[in-house]
C-alpha cells in the first residue's frame, strides 16, 4: 500500500507533531511517610483506585516479600470476584503487619504505579530511582501536558502555509480517537498491564482534545464493525486529524481477536484497517493525518526480557493489492495517503510488556 517516505514524510512529522503538544514528566517530591498509619488514612482511596492489574501485581510482590503467605494470598484472591473487595482484603491484611510490611506495601506501590502513588499522596527514594529523573520539582502531577504557545503555533502554521497539514482552531474542530484494546483471550495468554495502556493512551488523547471512544475484547469481525462505524463518524468533517490505537496479541499480518487459535484464527488484517479509512471509504477523514498505533507482535522471534505479545501460530499473508488510484474529476489522489504507523516490533518480531504496561505504549506517553 502507498505510504509516505522521503521529503513527504518529513514534512509529515514536522507539520504534525510540531504543533502537538509534549509531555514533560514529573516526579513526586512529597516527603514520603512510612507508617501502618499512614496506610490507614489512605485505605479508602486505595480501595476506590488500584486497578485489578497493579492489585494482582502488588499479591505478588507481598508474597514474594513475604508481607503475608500463600494461605492469606488464595483468601484474597477468592474471598471476592470485585476488585474493590480484593484491594479492601489486601490492604487490611497487610496494616496489621507492623510498619515494616506497610513501608514494603507502600514501595511496592510506587514502583508499580506512579499515579497511583500520586493519587494517593506517596512519593519514595525507591521510585525516583526506578524513573532516574532530573527535573525540576513540580506540584504537577505525571504526565502533565504542556502546550506549544499559542503565538509559536500561529507563526509557524503562516510561515509553513502550503507545507504542513492545516490544523483547525479549538472552538472549530471535533478531533475524534479510538482505542482497541483485548486483555482476555479465549485460548491466549491475558494480557497483564493492559489497564495502564489504556489508561495512559486515553490521559494524553484527551488532553490532546481528542473525545476518546474506548472498545476492549473485540473479535476480529466485531473490531471490523466498530472501525466501519468510527470511519463513518460525521464528526470526522470538522476535524484536522484522529487517532487509532490496537493493543492486542498479534501475527505478522494483523492483530488477534478474543477467539483466535492456530485452528481457527481470528485475525483482524492490518490492510483492512488502512482500506477502512482510505479516501474512497472514508471522505470525512480525506487529506488530513491518520495516525495508528500497533501495539502488537508481529512474529514469534523473541529476546530475552518481559512478557511476549505473541501467540504460537502465524497466518497466511494476504497477496499485495496493485496500487489504486481514484478520480475526482480534477486531480487523482492515492486511495491510501496521509497514513503514519507506528509498530510496537520490526517485522517477525515480538512486543514487550510487563505488569505496569506495554513497553511501547509506556516509552509513547512519556516522549511523544
Given at each position: 500500500?502507498?505510504?509516505?517516505?522521503?521529503?513527504?514524510?518529513?514534512?509529515?512529522?514536522?507539520?504534525?507533531f510540531?504543533?502537538?503538544?509534549?509531555l514533560?514528566?514529573?516526579?513526586?517530591?512529597?516527603?514520603?511517610?512510612?507508617s501502618d498509619?499512614?496506610?490507614k488514612?489512605?485505605?479508602?482511596?486505595?480501595?476506590?483506585?488500584?486497578?485489578?492489574?497493579?492489585?494482582?501485581?502488588?499479591?505478588?510482590?507481598?508474597l514474594h516479600?513475604?508481607?503475608?503467605?500463600?494461605?492469606?494470598i488464595?483468601?484474597?484472591?477468592?474471598?471476592?470476584i470485585?476488585?474493590?473487595?480484593?484491594?479492601?482484603d489486601l490492604?487490611?491484611?497487610?496494616?496489621?503487619?507492623g510498619?515494616?510490611?506497610?513501608?514494603?506495601?507502600?514501595?511496592?506501590?510506587?514502583?508499580?504505579?506512579?499515579t497511583?502513588?500520586?493519587?494517593?499522596?506517596?512519593?519514595?527514594?525507591?521510585l525516583?530511582?526506578?524513573?532516574?529523573?532530573?527535573?525540576?520539582?513540580?506540584?504537577?502531577?505525571?504526565?502533565?501536558?504542556?502546550?506549544?504557545?499559542?503565538?509559536?503555533?500561529?507563526?509557524?502554521?503562516?510561515?509553513?502555509?502550503?507545507?504542513?497539514y492545516?490544523?483547525?482552531?479549538?472552538?472549530?474542530?471535533?478531533?475524534?480517537?479510538?482505542?482497541?484494546?483485548?486483555?482476555?483471550?479465549?485460548h491466549?495468554?491475558r494480557?497483564?498491564?493492559?489497564?495502564?495502556d489504556i489508561?495512559?493512551?486515553?490521559?494524553?488523547?484527551?488532553?490532546?482534545?481528542?473525545r476518546?471512544?474506548?472498545?476492549?475484547?473485540?473479535?476480529?469481525?466485531?473490531?471490523?464493525?466498530?472501525?466501519?462505524?468510527?470511519?463513518s463518524?460525521?464528526?470526522?468533517?470538522?476535524s484536522?486529524?484522529t487517532?487509532?490505537?490496537?493493543?492486542?496479541?498479534?501475527?505478522l499480518?494483523g492483530?488477534?481477536?478474543?477467539?483466535?487459535?492456530?485452528?481457527?484464527?481470528?485475525?483482524?488484517?492490518?490492510?483492512?484497517?488502512?482500506?477502512?479509512?482510505?479516501?474512497?471509504?472514508?471522505?470525512?477523514l480525506?487529506?488530513?493525518?491518520?495516525?495508528?498505533?500497533?501495539q502488537?507482535?508481529?512474529?514469534?522471534?523473541?529476546?530475552?526480557?518481559w512478557?511476549?505479545?505473541?501467540?504460537?501460530?502465524?497466518?497466511?499473508?494476504?497477496?499485495?493489492?496493485?496500487?489504486?488510484?481514484?478520480?475526482?474529476g480534477v486531480?487523482?489522489?492515492?486511495?491510501?495517503?496521509?497514513?503514519?504507523?507506528?509498530?510496537?516490533?520490526t517485522p517477525?518480531?515480538?512486543s514487550?510488556?510487563?505488569?505496569?504496561?506495554?513497553?511501547?505504549i509506556?516509552?509513547?506517553?512519556?516522549?511523544?
Amino acid at each position: 500500500m502507498p505510504c509516505l517516505t522521503g521529503r513527504a514524510c518529513l514534512l509529515f512529522a514536522v507539520s504534525f507533531f510540531f504543533f502537538f503538544p509534549y509531555l514533560i514528566r514529573r516526579e513526586l517530591r512529597q516527603p514520603w511517610l512510612v507508617s501502618d498509619k499512614r496506610l490507614k488514612e489512605k485505605r479508602k482511596l486505595f480501595v476506590d483506585s488500584v486497578s485489578e492489574d497493579t492489585l494482582h501485581s502488588l499479591l505478588d510482590d507481598v508474597l514474594h516479600e513475604k508481607v503475608l503467605n500463600q494461605e492469606e494470598i488464595e483468601k484474597v484472591k477468592k474471598g471476592n470476584i470485585a476488585v474493590t473487595g480484593k484491594a479492601r482484603d489486601l490492604i487490611d491484611s497487610v496494616i496489621p503487619k507492623g510498619s515494616r510490611a506497610c513501608q514494603v506495601f507502600i514501595d511496592h506501590i510506587c514502583q508499580r504505579d506512579s499515579t497511583l502513588a500520586y493519587k494517593l499522596g506517596f512519593s519514595s527514594e525507591t521510585l525516583a530511582k526506578t524513573h532516574a529523573r532530573t527535573d525540576v520539582p513540580s506540584a504537577e502531577p505525571p504526565g502533565t501536558l504542556k502546550l506549544c504557545p499559542r503565538e509559536n503555533f500561529l507563526k509557524l502554521r503562516r510561515t509553513a502555509a502550503g507545507k504542513i497539514y492545516p490544523i483547525r482552531e479549538k472552538g472549530d474542530r471535533t478531533r475524534m480517537a479510538l482505542i482497541i484494546c483485548n486483555t482476555e483471550f479465549d485460548h491466549l495468554p491475558r494480557r497483564n498491564g493492559s489497564t495502564h495502556d489504556i489508561k495512559g493512551m486515553k490521559g494524553v488523547l484527551e488532553a490532546l482534545d481528542y473525545r476518546v471512544d474506548v472498545k476492549e475484547n473485540l473479535t476480529a469481525k466485531a473490531t471490523e464493525k466498530v472501525l466501519r462505524t468510527f470511519a463513518s463518524w460525521p464528526e470526522h468533517r470538522n476535524s484536522d486529524s484522529t487517532f487509532l490505537v490496537f493493543m492486542s496479541h498479534g501475527v505478522l499480518d494483523g492483530f488477534c481477536g478474543v477467539e483466535h487459535q492456530d485452528e481457527k484464527p481470528d485475525v483482524l488484517p492490518y490492510d483492512t484497517v488502512f482500506q477502512i479509512f482510505n479516501n474512497c471509504n472514508c471522505s470525512h477523514l480525506k487529506d488530513k493525518p491518520k495516525v495508528i498505533i500497533i501495539q502488537a507482535c508481529r512474529g514469534a522471534n523473541s529476546g530475552e526480557a518481559w512478557v511476549s505479545d505473541s501467540q504460537a501460530g502465524s497466518v497466511k499473508s494476504p497477496s499485495q493489492s496493485p496500487l489504486n488510484l481514484t478520480h475526482d474529476g480534477v486531480n487523482k489522489t492515492h486511495v491510501e495517503k496521509d497514513f503514519v504507523a507506528f509498530y510496537s516490533s520490526t517485522p517477525h518480531n515480538v512486543s514487550w510488556r510487563s505488569p505496569k504496561g506495554s513497553f511501547f505504549i509506556t516509552k509513547l506517553i512519556d516522549y511523544v
